[in-house]
C-alpha cells in the first residue's frame, strides 16, 4: 500500500507515492537522492539527518515522511543559493568546522536554526544548544567557532533574522 504526499523540498514542490512507514530521512536520501542528509543512529540521538521544516531544525530519522505532508522542507542542499555558499556553510569551511565531514551537514542545519532564532551567540551558548548533534572526530572547538563565524556572516547577509521564531515557545530547542 503507498500513499501520496506533496511538499516543498529546497523550494521545488514534490509529489510521490511512498510507504506509509517510510522515515522522512529515507524519503529525501532515497527517493529525491539529497544524500547530504546522512543517516547515523537511526535513533534521533546523533543529529546527522537534521533538517529545518517549516524553518525548525528536527531530526528527520524520528518523523515519517508522510508529516511533513504540506510543509517545507530544507536540506543542506538547499542552503547554498546560485552556487554561492550560505554564510554557515562558508564559515564551516574556513574554521575547518570538520573531520570526516559525516556530521558536518546536521551540524550546519542546526547551526543555522539557532541563529536563526538566537542571532546574538557566545561560546556557551552555541555548546548547550548543539548538545543533539554529535561529532566522533573533533573536540568541537572548530565547530563552535565556525558557528559563531557563521552566525556574524548571517547577520551580516540579512539571513539570521529572516526566520526567527515570534516566540519562546516556538524557539524551543535546536535538537527536538
Known sequence: MTISISLTVNGAPISA???PGTLLVQFLRDQLRLTG???GCDTAQCGACTVHLNGRAI???NILAVQAEGAN???IEGLAQSGTLHPMQAAFKHCHGLQCGFCTPGMVMSAVSLVERQP???GDDVRAQLDGNLCRC???HNIVKAVLEG???M???GTASANAAPSATAAASVTA
Do not use: P
Open 151 to 153: 552566525a556574524e556572516g
Open 37 to 39: 542528509t546522512h543517516i
Open 17 to 19: 507515492s511512498i510507504d
Open 120 to 122: 546574538e551567540l557566545t
Open 138 to 140: 573533533t573536540g568541537y
Open 73 to 75: 522542507v530544507t536540506t
Open 59 to 61: 531530526k528527520s530519522c
Open 155 to 157: 547577520k551580516s547577509s
